[in-house]
């Protein structure tokens, strides 16, 4: 199975700036896919981040908000911008497993507070 | 929207107990997940099944797709505190890539 880092781990930010999260894989995948979850929350899907394409958001999240990038098969950052308490979450990302079904495997996530 | 309702919400239980955590849609999938999740970490694949009334066991879990591919259950028998964490369903659909998850459950095992 693929093996996902992500960083940072956590981070405390000023409200208003903006903080980027790195996924890294350690194989080429074709979809990438960014989570929130408030702690012992479900997941909430933000957009899906192919290479080679602008990503797709799901509804309630926007580009200007939530900018992805995803430069090659086997790396993906997204940027939450204009930090606000609201945003304050755990941010995850994670890729599709095909060979088994579907099922996706995580990072460990970053947890971001804002002050 | 597909949506998976999971239940209870809440579970805590004594060392040695049995539980049963339940994922409901009314929507069919061609197969469904079930992750578990620890603080500060991802949630990590436990098993997926993908054919209707399949029963799926890992140890002390016991896992059940229903014959309409549109619920599954998570039976531990004998928990342990070690399988305290939050229990995470999901389903999807051939070459749709996403997944949806359900509410999930928290489950904390007493010793």
């Known amino acids: 199975s693929a093996v996902i880092s992500q960083k940072p781990s956590r981070d405390i930010c000023q409200r208003g700036t903006s903080l980027t999260i790195q996924c890294q894989v350690d194989?080429?995948?074709?979809?990438m896919f960014w989570y929130r979850q408030q702690p012992g929350q479900s997941l909430t899907l933000i957009a899906t981040?192919?290479?080679?394409?602008?990503?797709?958001?799901e509804s309630g999240f926007v580009i200007d908000k939530f900018p992805i990038s995803r430069p090659n098969l086997t790396f993906s950052t997204l940027t939450v911008s204009n930090l606000s308490p609201e945003d304050s979450s755990i941010y995850l990302c994670?890729?599709?497993?095909?060979?088994?079904?579907?099922?996706?495997?995580f990072g460990d996530g970053t947890r971001l507070s804002i002050l | 929207t597909q949506l998976l309702e999971q239940s209870p919400q809440f579970l805590s239980i004594q060392e040695g107990e049995n539980l049963t955590v339940y994922c409901n849609s009314s929507s069919v999938f061609s197969s469904l997940q079930w992750y578990r999740q620890e603080p500060g970490e991802g949630p990590v694949l436990l098993v997926t099944?993908?054919?209707?009334?399949e029963v799926k066991k890992l140890k002390r879990l016991t896992f059940q797709f229903g014959d309409a591919r549109k619920d599954s259950s998570l039976h531990i028998t004998a928990a342990q505190t070690g399988d305290t964490g939050l229990y995470l369903c999901a389903a999807s659909n051939t070459n749709a890539g996403k997944s949806t998850f359900g509410d999930g459950t928290t489950l904390t095992v007493k010793p």
């Open positions: 099944v993908v054919t209707g009334g």
């Open positions: 194989s080429q995948v074709t979809m």
């Open positions: 981040a192919n290479q080679g394409s602008e990503a797709t958001y």
């Open positions: 994670s890729v599709e497993d095909r060979s088994r079904g579907g099922a996706q495997h």
